[in-house]
Nanobody, 121 residues
């Protein structure tokens, strides 16, 4: 069993910062891939930032230079540091991850519960 827990959302003024965390616990050996998605009301879900299994970090053009993705492998946690936030960043943010769960290479894929980020003055 793997549990995926997100934290760190909230209300912030334009230009402010928030830090989102996504932690995988349970039968977890390591996180192979992880992506943060967001969905604003009336809009399609979009990928914001991701770690690929090749070790590449990819950012959406809309967040490049403002968001930073990092990871703490010891805690099986991926952090999305969001700086210089804009009202258009308002959305529900969810992490989607592929986790290695044993030495045979078995994996688990799932979503976090989502966390609301609101950027407003």
């Amino acid at each position: 069993q793997v549990q995926l827990v997100e934290s760190g959302g909230g209300l912030v003024q334009p230009g402010g910062s928030l830090r989102l965390s996504c932690t995988a616990s349970g039968s977890v050996v390591s996180i192979k891939e992880l992506a943060w998605y967001r969905q604003a009301p009336g809009k399609q879900r979009e990928s914001v930032a991701e770690f690929t299994s090749d070790g590449i970090t990819i950012y959406a053009n809309s967040v490049k230079g403002r968001f930073v993705l990092s990871r703490d492998n010891a805690k099986n946690t991926v952090i999305l540091q969001m700086n210089n936030l804009k009202p258009e960043d308002t959305a529900v943010y969810s992490c989607n991850t592929l986790v290695l769960i044993d030495s045979l290479g078995s994996t688990w894929h799932g979503w976090g519960q989502g966390t609301q980020v609101t950027v407003s003055s």
